[in-house]
């Protein structure tokens, strides 16, 4: 991710020093940044001015249940625990 942050960056044509003028950091949080070490608030400002959305972390669809495990198993459905009110 950091690197894709340093190379959209890079094609923008923007230096460290731009980008951090751009999220209002100085450029040293975009050198800790780009080195690993900057704030998950940096990340962030940093990945909206660049229009670099975060994806494919979560689950999706089609390998996440609509319900959990617990939930498909144990705890009764509305239906059958209205049987046992």
């Given at each position: ?31 800790r940044l780009e080195g690993g070490a900057g704030s ?19 689950p999706t669809a089609s390998n996440w249940p609509r ?19």
């Amino acid at each position: 991710m950091i690197d894709q942050i340093r190379k959209v960056r890079r094609e923008c044509g923007w230096s460290q020093r731009t980008l951090a003028a751009r999220i209002c950091v100085d450029a040293q949080a975009i050198k800790r940044l780009e080195g690993g070490a900057g704030s998950v608030a940096t990340l962030i400002a940093a990945m909206t001015a660049l229009h670099i959305r975060l994806t494919g972390l979560g689950p999706t669809a089609s390998n996440w249940p609509r319900r959990s495990a617990y939930a498909a198993t144990v705890a009764p459905s509305r239906r059958q625990a209205a049987r046992f009110s």
